[in-house]
């Protein structure tokens, strides 16, 4: 069973740093785009970044400069750098990755993880 772990939430102060990684694990054949997504209290779900298997990349503007998306496709983890927080990043971070299974293909979810920026 396909399954997206993350690790890497937690706690920091505004101008601080957080790195979040996503290991996917399971009956896996191959992995396409992986992404991070948040959501806000009372905000729908919105991407931040993505990345291709063949490493190309794409982030919302908000976050543009200020955090980095990569992958290990050895490993089947996606990580995301996070670096001069702002009280506005503070949401659940679910990572996300579209992967052919031995059962189905499709897009598969992480449980998510929290990140809070206290000003």
């Known amino acids: 069973q396909v399954q997206l772990v993350e690790s890497g939430g937690g706690l920091v102060q505004a101008g601080g740093s957080l790195r979040l990684s996503c290991a996917a694990s399971?009956?896996?054949?191959?992995?396409?785009?992986m992404g991070w997504y948040r959501q806000a209290p009372g905000k729908q779900r919105e991407l931040v970044a993505a990345?291709?298997?063949?490493?190309?990349?794409n982030y919302a503007d908000s976050v543009k400069g200020r955090f980095t998306i990569s992958r290990d496709n050895v490993e089947k983890t996606v990580y995301l750098q996070m670096n001069r927080l702002k009280p506005e990043d503070t949401a659940v971070y679910y990572c996300?990755?579209?992967?052919?299974?031995?059962?189905?293909?499709?897009?598969?979810w992480g449980k998510g993880t929290l990140v809070t920026v206290s000003s």
């Open positions: 996300n990755a579209n992967i052919r299974g031995w059962v189905r293909r499709g897009d598969y």
């Open positions: 399971g009956g896996i054949v191959s992995i396409n785009d």
């Open positions: 990345i291709t298997s063949g490493g190309t990349t």
